[in-house]
């Protein structure tokens, strides 16, 4: 079935299975970034309005790494329990691509399937697009399970009240690679790469 991108990415990869309550501690789960800096920001040029913090990507670097097949997956932790979610860059061309996502349980049964409609990379650039008023940038290295990287990291505050981290790899263009969900220092919901390509 098609769904819009805007609707996929939040459901299947940034912000899916959210809910008030926490998820259950884990002092030795990757993801904390070891030293936080302010960052060095990434390129005015990126910069969508005057009041945005300029994106971690350019629509040009999106549009680059997204080649046909280019997949990251993910493992949402959340409230309601563990899941794998996975999103596939199709076939595009200079205007855009659709992307599927697939989500599976941790053994691998697949619970549902997606085909977003094409989407402008110009789009695509947009999803990481945050104000600057309230929104705090720092860089440091983050660890997942796909790897070590060192990011962008994003923090706002969600409706909800909730403070998010949003990490974005500085040579990983595309999706980021850890959100975390905080509320009053609690975690509610963690969404980290276990694997991608290519490589």
């Given at each position: 079935?098609?769904?819009?991108?805007?609707?996929?990415?939040?459901?299947?990869?940034?912000?899916?299975?959210?809910?008030?309550?926490?998820?259950?501690?884990?002092?030795?789960?990757?993801?904390?970034?070891?030293?936080?800096?302010?960052?060095?920001m990434p390129p005015e040029a990126n910069r969508l309005t005057?009041?945005?913090?300029?994106?971690?990507?350019?629509?040009?670097?999106?549009?680059?790494?997204?080649?046909?097949?280019?997949?990251?997956?993910?493992?949402?932790?959340?409230?309601?329990?563990?899941?794998?979610?996975?999103?596939?860059?199709?076939?595009?061309?200079?205007?855009?691509?659709?992307?599927?996502?697939?989500?599976?349980?941790?053994?691998?049964?697949?619970?549902?399937?997606?085909?977003?409609?094409?989407?402008?990379?110009?789009?695509?650039?947009?999803?990481?697009?945050?104000?600057?008023?309230?929104?705090?940038?720092?860089?440091?290295?983050?660890?997942?399970?796909?790897?070590?990287?060192?990011?962008?990291?994003?923090?706002?505050?969600?409706?909800?009240g909730a403070d998010v981290e949003t990490s974005f790899a500085?040579?990983?263009?595309?999706?980021?690679?850890?959100?975390?969900?905080?509320?009053?220092?609690?975690?509610?919901?963690?969404?980290?790469?276990?694997?991608?390509?290519?490589?």
């Amino acid at each position: 079935m098609k769904t819009p991108l805007s609707s996929l990415l939040v459901a299947l990869v940034l912000f899916g299975c959210t809910s008030p309550e926490s998820i259950p501690p884990n002092s030795d789960a990757p993801g904390d970034a070891d030293t936080e800096t302010e960052a060095s920001m990434p390129p005015e040029a990126n910069r969508l309005t005057p009041n945005d913090l300029p994106t971690p990507f350019s629509a040009d670097e999106i549009q680059a790494a997204a080649t046909p097949g280019a997949f990251r997956k993910f493992r949402n932790q959340a409230p309601s329990g563990s899941r794998l979610q996975t999103m596939t860059f199709l076939q595009g061309d200079g205007s855009g691509a659709p992307v599927e996502g697939l989500v599976t349980d941790e053994a691998g049964n697949e619970l549902n399937r997606v085909i977003s409609a094409a989407t402008s990379w110009e789009e695509f650039q947009g999803h990481a697009s945050y104000t600057e008023l309230g929104t705090t940038l720092t860089r440091g290295l983050v660890h997942v399970p796909a790897g070590s990287f060192d990011c962008w990291i994003y923090t706002t505050v969600d409706q909800t009240g909730a403070d998010v981290e949003t990490s974005f790899a500085l040579d990983l263009p595309g999706p980021p690679v850890l959100v975390v969900t905080t509320r009053k220092g609690a975690p509610v919901m963690r969404i980290e790469l276990v694997d991608y390509g290519p490589r």
